[in-house]
């Protein structure tokens, strides 16, 4: 009875001791981990952080790894460091690794493209959509937006993004703009969806239809002024050919005008400017306009690619919306 009790208390002794040395090993990853975060915190303030000092962080955050199920923001530092270095294989093994939630990584992503760190961008929306295990997530659509404001810049992304980038224009049929044919069945891929958030007032969504023989986009709207609505932002250079053309079908209901495959820019001056292939102020059944725009000389930074833009009252219909480059 003596040596049950000595040895039920050894016992005790033996599972206080595990549990105070793995609260003591939990509470040294957390120390190591915000020391790791303030370090990678302090250089990220730098203009251009150097490889030494940014492989030192990956060390510290590799120091700090416990258990994902613990602490999983070593191995999502650990993935940004890698990204700052430009080492997408690393940052995407780090958070499949550390089991990273994916949306996590899409609001770094849009933090990274906001400030034109392109590359940066384009790692996190990638490793985001792998996490997700999708082919095409709107991360994927996210990633090709990335790729559409880079066009006029390829040297703001590494070699492996574009390959990437390439990949998508080929896979796409040389095709720019993203999601044209409505095949991802959601507005994956479009700007200006912020434009429809008054259901009262306008809407945009995909509806299948018996006439194309599947989805197309449909836009349903009442605006005083003009309505900017879907939209795709592409960096092309001034003087860029291109052939921007769709198929469409409009109803007129109240002073609608619409203006189909508007292109929109800014001169240098700051000024916005823009034209349309076609203007529709009555009802048209599905029919397929094409335009062929050289971008002007004075336009800067991007160009916006608008399916249509209307003003009144009235529903649009738009499938196979299609921007290629012409080359001589």
Same mark, same amino acid.
């Not at 700052?84 to 080492?87: F, H, I, N, P, T």
């Given at each position: 009875m ?6 039920? @208390? &050894?016992?005790l002794?033996?599972? $206080?001791? =595990?549990v105070?040395?793995l !609260?003591?090993?939990?509470?040294? *990853?957390? @120390? &190591?981990?915000?020391?790791a975060? $303030?370090? =990678?915190?302090?250089?990220? !303030?730098?203009?251009?952080?150097? *490889?030494?000092? &940014? ?5 510290q ?6 258990s994902?199920?613990?602490?999983? *923001?070593?191995? &999502?530092g650990?993935?940004?460091?890698h990204t700052?270095?430009?080492?997408i294989d ?13 949306d996590?990584?899409?609001?770094y992503g ?12 384009l790692?996190?929306?990638?490793g ?5 295990n ?5 991360d994927?659509y996210l ?6 404001q ?13 390959q990437?980038?390439?990949?998508i224009l080929?896979?796409?049929r ?20 912020h434009?429809?958030?008054?259901q009262?007032?306008s ?18 709207g009442?605006s005083e002024?003009?309505?900017f ?8 250079p001034p003087?860029?050919?291109?052939r921007f ?8 209901q109240?002073n ?9 820019w ?7 400017a ?6 529709k102020?009555?009802d ?18 991007s ?18 919306v ?5 080359t001589d």
């Open positions: 003596k040596a049950m009790k000595t040895f039920q @208390l &050894l016992a002794i033996i599972i $206080t001791i =595990f105070l040395l !609260r003591a090993h939990t509470f040294s *990853s957390f @120390l &190591l981990s915000n020391f975060w $303030t370090n =990678f915190n302090s250089i990220l !303030r730098q203009n251009s952080p150097t *490889s030494d000092e &940014l492989r030192q962080v990956v060390n955050f590799k120091k700090a790894q416990l994902h199920e613990v602490n999983r *923001s070593p191995w &999502l650990e993935g940004l460091a700052m270095r430009g080492d690393k940052a995407h093994s780090s958070w499949s690794t550390g089991k990273i939630v994916p996590l990584l899409t609001q849009l933090m990274a493209g906001r400030r034109g760190h392109f590359n940066s961008a790692i996190l929306f990638r985001a959509n792998i996490l997700r999708e082919a095409e997530s709107e994927f990633a090709g937006s990335v790729c559409q880079t066009l006029g810049s390829p040297t703001l992304i590494n070699e492996k993004n574009s990437f980038c390439a990949e080929a896979k796409n040389d095709n720019i703009l993203l999601n044209g044919d409505a095949r991802a069945k959601n507005l994956y891929g479009w700007q200006g969806k434009f429809f958030a008054d009262n007032k809407f945009a969504s995909i509806e299948n239809s018996l006439e194309s023989n599947g989805p197309v986009f449909k836009l349903i009442y002024g003009n309505h609505g879907l939209f795709q932002r592409v960096s092309l003087g860029i050919t291109v053309s769709g198929r469409f079908k409009v109803e007129s109240e609608l005008e619409a203006r189909l495959l508007y292109i929109g800014r001169g240098k001056d700051g000024k916005p823009g034209n349309q292939a076609a203007w102020d009555s048209l059944e599905w029919t397929n306009f094409e335009r062929v725009f050289i971008i002007p000389e004075d336009a800067t930074s160009t916006n690619f608008y399916p249509a833009v209307f003003s009144g009252q009235g529903t649009i219909w738009f499938d196979d299609s921007l290629e480059l012409i």
